[in-house]
């Protein structure tokens, strides 16, 4: 897949896409009869092509009216176009650029290189038979004033459309593949090929540094547990630095409290956080962003063993608060526990925000295309509103009254891992904001964002790649 802007006459390319609003359509006579025929009409997502006299396609999508463009659907439509040209078979195309209300043309762009990037995204590593079609784009009709702005732009959205397809493929990855020491060793390759700094805490590490929460999920696995470290050093000159934690739980059965059968198989999405961190600070450094990052992942696996932790189990975390073990499902608020102490007592970050397939509770509130968040700062939370409406990423940020800590009080330790049936997604927000102290917090349960279940034109079944683009343009406009 290669994309590009066109520079010189192209020579005769396979397919033309063009971009039709539904408002206009009447007054552009190349369409007269198609629109006269009833065949297209510029409707929000309808497509329709046909050939030319020289074999080459045209492929007419649909944008809707004018004013209700947004760059969510600009990209969808782009999407939906290159699917198109996939099953036409089509090596070379041309996108014609657009004008929109909601959007300059650096969005223009930016949406250009997201809809053909991740609606070519197809994970087949293990298939035998691979049904694989490369192609050539090239954008025409862009503002040639703003040329060299839009070149900047189209690597730098490519590069995090990249980074985005990266975290589905760790997400899609099985678990007899993807586990923690793997996992690892993929973020110290990228450290090594993009430039950010990696450092890893095995076994023995993880439990001098008093991990004993993350420790406690993790030491039942022969698949033994890894902390990982990310650091990107993009700003020298400033000390303000964000923190990332990434929740990493590589295949989650539920432990003791063992989760049903059906679905069981998709558990190997619990690593949706890390994959998302590792894949935004590939995106940092191959962007050369000017902002400081340090993003950390508690890597384990939640299985069954003679020595796997049990209900009723009492663990101290690395600051100190005792937990009370209720259900050994609720594991990932453990290993995020110490995480998260770990980065805000030892990095030096100024805000942190976590991100994690959490609870089942957030999909009966949200839906599966809405992030749930749980957040101490409101300014905090609105700059992730301000970056998430930019990449069309949804979030609804949920109440964290203090009312719900009476329902993670522990009754033989200081707090309990489990809050009851009612406000699960609150109270396992509440139940991290023990460990967070004062520093500014943004956590997001991505649990219905992170994996989807049909194929869609921007994404098939699996992995999604949440959370990379908004994180992303938080940090950028937070350095």
């Not at 696995?221 to 020298?236: A, K, V």
């Not at 962003?289 to 508690?298: E, G, I, L, M, Q």
């Not at 009492?314 to 005792?322: D, F, I, Q, S």
Request: aromatic share 8%; glycine share 10%.
């Amino acid at each position: 897949m290669k994309l590009s802007i066109k520079e010189n006459n192209l020579e005769q390319v396979d397919a033309h896409i063009k971009f039709v609003y539904e408002d206009n359509i009447k007054d552009d006579e190349s369409l007269k009869v198609w629109v006269d025929k009833e065949a297209f009409g510029g409707k929000d997502e309808q497509i329709f092509y046909f050939t030319n006299s020289d074999a080459s396609f045209t492929i007419l999508v649909g944008l809707g009216k004018f004013e209700d463009l947004t760059k969510e659907k600009f990209t969808n439509a782009v999407a939906k176009s290159i699917k198109q040209i996939n099953k036409l078979k089509a090596k070379t195309y041309v996108l014609n650029f657009i004008q929109a209300k909601q959007m300059c043309a650096g969005e223009v762009v930016t949406a250009f290189a997201e809809g053909v990037v991740l609606a070519n995204y197809t994970f087949n590593k293990y298939k035998s038979q691979k049904d694989e079609h490369t192609s050539e784009g090239f954008i025409d009709g862009y503002p040639q004033e703003k040329k060299d702005k839009i070149l900047e732009k189209l690597e730098h959205a490519i590069n995090i459309a990249h980074s985005i397809n990266f975290a589905r493929n760790l997400v899609n990855e099985p678990p007899c593949e993807m586990y923690p020491e793997v996992l690892a060793d993929i973020a110290v390759k990228e450290g090594q090929e993009c430039g950010f700094e990696v450092e890893v805490f095995d076994e023995h590490k993880i439990q001098e540094m008093k991990m004993g929460a993350f420790w406690a999920v993790g030491k039942g696995s022969d698949r033994l547990p890894r902390f990982i470290i990310m650091r990107y050093n993009g700003d020298p000159e400033n000390e303000t630095c964000m923190g990332l934690v990434g929740k990493g739980l590589t295949i989650d059965t539920g432990g003791y409290s063992i989760k049903h059968a059906t679905g069981m198989e998709a558990m190997k999405n619990d690593m949706s956080g890390s994959a998302t961190v590792v894949g935004v600070m590939r995106a940092f450094a191959l962007n050369k962003v000017k902002a400081n990052v340090v993003a950390v992942v508690a890597a384990c696996e939640n299985t069954i063993s003679g020595g796997s932790y049990k209900p009723g189990d009492l663990v101290t975390a690395m600051n100190g608060k005792t937990i009370e073990v209720i259900n050994t499902d609720a594991e990932g608020r453990l290993t995020l526990a110490d995480a998260i102490t770990y980065i805000t007592e030892n990095e030096k970050v100024d805000k942190v925000v976590d991100i994690a397939t959490l609870t089942g509770s957030v999909l009966a509130a949200l839906g599966t295309n809405i992030t749930g968040v749980i957040s101490n700062n409101t300014e905090f939370y609105n700059d992730l509103e301000k970056a998430g409406k930019r990449t069309g990423e949804k979030f609804w940020r949920l109440p964290n009254d203090d009312s719900f800590k009476a329902q993670i009080k522990g009754d033989f330790a200081d707090i309990k891992n489990s809050g009851g049936p009612y406000g699960g997604s609150i109270t396992a927000g509440m139940f991290l904001q023990e460990f967070v102290g004062d520093t500014p917090w943004l956590h997001l349960d991505i649990a219905g964002t992170a994996w989807s279940k049909s194929n869609t034109d921007i994404c098939p079944k699996g992995g999604t790649g949440v959370g990379v683009r908004t994180l992303y343009h938080l940090v950028v406009n937070n350095k």
